[in-house]
């Protein structure tokens, strides 16, 4: 089979997934799940009708890039500020010591080995670009759940993306940790200097903006430029490329204050309608169901481990030092905070593919891994849907008895029929009254 009847299933199956996921089965299971699911069925594995060739390689590559892109473009520095940011990344460091103890009890591999790392760092994340659609839907961003959810996710990629960088590269740790140093201060300044242009009348943001509307597309282009130019910047410092992608969409923020809806809108239809799906797809098809069948135990255990390395950290520190969005929360909240923090795939995927580029992953420990990360999109939003939104046994309680306040006081036996003589004695004065007047 050639390569465009290939990449005409893929796109097919990029199609399918959505009229899956909305028409059949009303958004309760993600895009994401279908993605998956549908490069696995067309997969090596399963009826063998495509295969990762160098083409596809490339359009993955392509994807991943423009998923991290949108992940750094979707960082908003208010939703760390007031203290959300460095409590969030206490939290994620206490994930990521976890990841390492697991790696070490649990798993019983070196925990400064590539694969090692892998696990640990894949354990920490939070899928905010998988989160973010379904919490608009809920109108649960304006909200203290979806503010701490914002805060938790945004430095659940941030964490990951840098940890990667550090420890999945292939020079000394010392090493990758002054090159990311200087790919970091680099990003900072590309996104700071434009701001005193700013002020002068925003010529900057004028200029970016011409020909927008037109076959120029100049904006569009410009955000290709940065991204592709820091994506091979970062390659060729050793770093991984999701680092330079998500630098990129982090750059794009802070330097387009205005306009941002514009782009972004331009930004999705590229990227959501074809080379993120693409990315999916093809990591679906590198999955082994086999690795399911084989050890469903393992799967299940890494989910586990999930909760218990992300979730649970995130739910505690909502007792600890309470800031004032955490006092405003139930407890049923505060597991909800928890349960979408451990929502996590792309991560999971993306890292899962780094150590196996490396050969430090085996093919059938990253489909466990990646399948345990399917599981968790499919099923936290769903708890996290039902702990914050069906009412509990205490809540089913108290409206009981605000219902039984409300209704009227009905009289007591003794008042009825003390009020029944007053009305036989009112009766029968009326009827001798009557009688004196005839």
């Keep these: 089979m050639n390569v465009l009847t290939q990449l005409f299933l893929v796109v097919g199956v990029a199609m399918a997934a959505p009229i899956c996921s909305k028409i059949l089965c009303r958004g309760v299971i993600p895009e994401v799940v279908f993605l998956l699911a549908g490069g696995m069925l067309i997969g090596p594995y399963a009826l063998a009708l495509v295969e990762v060739g160098p083409e596809l390689s490339l359009l993955r590559e392509l994807g991943v890039a423009f998923l991290f892109l949108l992940a750094g473009f979707e960082i908003n520095p208010q939703d760390l500020k007031e203290g959300k940011g460095i409590k969030a990344s206490l939290v994620w460091l206490v994930s990521l010591s976890l990841g390492f103890v697991v790696v070490v009890v649990r798993h019983k591999v070196d925990p400064f080995s590539v694969e090692g790392a892998a696990i640990a760092i894949a354990m920490t994340s939070t899928a905010i670009g ?61 996104a700071v200097i434009p701001k005193p242009f700013q002020k002068f009348g925003g ?19 410009i955000m290709l430029v940065l991204l592709v130019g820091l994506v091979a910047l970062a390659s060729s410092l050793g770093l991984d490329i999701v680092l330079g992608a998500f630098a990129a969409g982090f750059v794009m923020r802070q330097a387009l204050p205005n ?8 930004l999705d239809g590229l990227a959501y309608g074809f080379f993120i799906p693409t990315f999916f797809i093809v990591s679906g098809m590198e999955v082994d169901p086999a690795a399911l069948l084989d050890s469903p135990a393992g799967a299940a255990t890494f989910l586990i481990f999930l909760i218990g390395v992300r979730g649970l950290p995130v739910f505690l520190s909502t007792f600890l030092a309470p800031s004032d969005l955490e006092r405003q929360l139930t407890n049923r909240q505060k597991v909800t905070v928890g349960l979408y923090s451990t929502t996590a795939l792309p991560i999971i995927v993306a890292v899962t593919h780094v150590a196996q580029l490396a050969d430090a992953m085996s093919q059938k420990t990253a489909s466990t891994l990646v399948i345990a990360g ?59 009254k009557r009688k004196k007047e005839q």
Excluded: C
């Design 203 to 221: 010529r900057i943001i004028a200029g970016i903006n011409w020909g927008a509307e037109t076959t120029a597309q100049a904006t569009v282009r």
């Design 130 to 190: 998988t989160l973010l659609p379904v919490l608009k839907e809920r109108g649960a961003t304006a909200r203290p759940v979806g503010k701490l959810v914002l805060a938790h996710g945004a430095v659940g990629e941030l964490g990951p993306v840098i940890a990667m960088a550090l420890l999945l590269g292939y020079r000394a740790t010392w090493v990758s940790a002054t090159l990311l140093g200087l790919f970091l201060t680099l990003s900072v300044l590309l």
């Design 374 to 432: 399917t599981a968790s999109v499919l099923l936290m939003p769903l708890l996290a849907y039902i702990t914050d939104h069906v009412p509990g046994a205490e809540i089913l309680a108290k409206n009981k008895a605000r219902a039984e306040k409300s209704k009227p006081a009905k009289p007591s036996g003794k008042a009825s029929v003390t009020i029944g003589k007053q009305i036989k004695a009112e009766q029968k004065s009326a009827s001798q």
């Design 259 to 266: 306009g941002r809806a514009e782009l972004e809108q331009k």
